[in-house]
């Protein structure tokens, strides 16, 4: 029995390493997906530090190899070098003085990047030489498309041209696309062989052109894939001469299967069903998990951007967002907005743990907060003031955290959520509130286009009124100013459900059941139409209950929130001014200290003790009569000048 399994292991091995053999040889493409190098005996704790080091969306990947197809700017965006002539624009004689490199960006976070050259010219040219034609192009530049569309690249190393239709008989064109740098700025023109259809001079065996004759490629493609395929035919009737003793070794693999024991070290990592992907691993309980062992318990909640379900692994629950491939963008906007290390470690953005592709879904994984959107929440409790205070003050805090530029280190830019509204305000235990759901958000660092920001997007009932009319202005500031709007209906929700003590008698039946901005007077689905006449031409906004307007300490909130639902954005008070007012009113109610952003709780500490002077009436003489926001800019400018901040 020994030797013939001695036999069985030789017919095995030959196949094999003639299909080993054969894969070596034979030519291939620049392969864009990146390898993980994983050794066994490595820990795999030490694998997912280094992945996280990175701090990089999943979604890079996608680009290739960083050096060659792409590189990173500081801000973390990636690019690819391309030449960029435009034969048009050209008033040179020497066409080489017009053509220059550039940095070519995806216009989507979806494309990949490339560069592409066109050549037209008369059809009565053909009998010209093609090299001759390549040293006149018509166009080069950027060639940001989605991967379907890059396929039709010859080759990705080298701009290789082939013949386009142009819709005319009088003229003909040359087309080409490439994936690394620079690659554009040499086309080459594939021959059928090595002569030149003017019957020029044969091109010498021994020249580089001649080593990448196409038609020895296809040659040692067909003699090395028949290798392959003859490989596989062994190890077929191999396979079926052994076939008894495998059926054994499988019981035997089965039944030591069932006695797998769990994982109880981050260094033991399960690799008999799943190939290891650090993108998936994550450390819960102290042990290193795969996630994709996850357990779906129950939907949460479904939207326009996929599905959200509980799930549990290792007795810890998560929620887990799918999206399907239509769902693409969202998925990916979301975690390039997560992969910035700020947004990992605020109090009032919801934690991030994961995302990854598995089983044909986009999965984006974070943690699980039982009380689940301030939505949900409200439908089922009312809160006291200083709950009240304290949410409000959670979610203006991670709005204003959002609307942040940060430089440095630490660096952040601009981020715009443009869907704010309280089904993407979470509740921790804690009643802290933490804001989720950045499928739509966008950063703006000053070179985002126009048409990135486009102004109709999010929930139609929490759009503010420059938006219902399409007047929205394409400035960072504008698009805070539509967060600040939303941010103040999501206010009025919670302070609709505030228990204001004694209030029983303007209030006989209680505090009012819980409603979305505007559903009392126009329905649970407005449309735009109703909407735009309630809100922009009647200017009303959503009812305020009379005992919370009486309430001094509740009215301040009215005051604040009132100031950021103004018609125009330049009227409304910044996310972060309102944030100060709200914390201010929240410490003064509970005598517990509101814990910003780590970084900057000294500074804001300072800068609410200078405000609150201002609300004792403490106005220099000199700003008598100027707006209270511009009195709170220029007093603090000056301590900052005094050196007292």
Known sequence: MTNQKYIFVIFIAIPFLLTLTATAETPTGDSFTPKLNFDPK??????????????????????????????????????IWCETFNRAECKSENISECMKSIKCYPERKTHQLGCMAVFVYNSSEAERNMPEILQEPSLKGCWSQDASELRECNAHDECIVEARKTGSKHQSAQFCCCRTHNCNQLPRFMQPDNSTEDGGEKIPEDSPEASKNPDGDRFYTIVFGSITILSLVCLGATVLCISQYQRKQVRDVGEQDDKIEPVTSPNMIPMRRLEYNAQCMAVINGKLIDLRNTELKEKISKGRFGEVYRGEIEGAYLAVKLCTKAELDSWVNEQDIYSMKPMRKHDNIAEFVASFEYDRRYWLVTQYYSFGSLYDYLQTHTVSFVECAKIISGFLNGLAFLHEDRVGIRYKPTIIHRDFKSKNVLIKDNLTACISDFGLAMKYDGSTLADELHGQVGTRRYMAPEVL????????????????????????????????????DMEPYGVPEAKLPYEAEIGATPTLGPLREYVVLKKMRPVIRPCIIQDPHAS????????????????????????????????????????TDAENADNQSTVRGLLSSLDNGTYPEDLVGIPESDVRTALLERRIVEGRV
């Open 469 to 504: 009319e399409g007047a929205t202005e394409f400035t960072s500031f504008a698009f805070q100013q539509i967060d600040v709007y939303a941010a103040a209906l999501v206010m009025w929700e919670v302070l609709n459900r505030t228990e204001i003590s004694g209030s029983g």
């Open 42 to 79: 490595d820990h795999g704790q030490k694998l997912l530090d280094e992945g996280k080091k990175q701090e990089r969306p999943h979604y890079i990947k996608q680009y290739g190899e960083e050096g060659k197809n792409y590189n990173l700017d500081d801000k973390m965006a990636p690019y």
């Open 556 to 595: 301040k909130l009215v005051h604040t929130m009132t100031e950021m639902w103004e018609m125009e954005p330049d009227a409304r008070i910044t996310s972060g001014c309102a944030r100060d007012r709200v914390i201010r009113a929240y410490e003064e109610v509970s005598g517990v200290p509101f814990k």
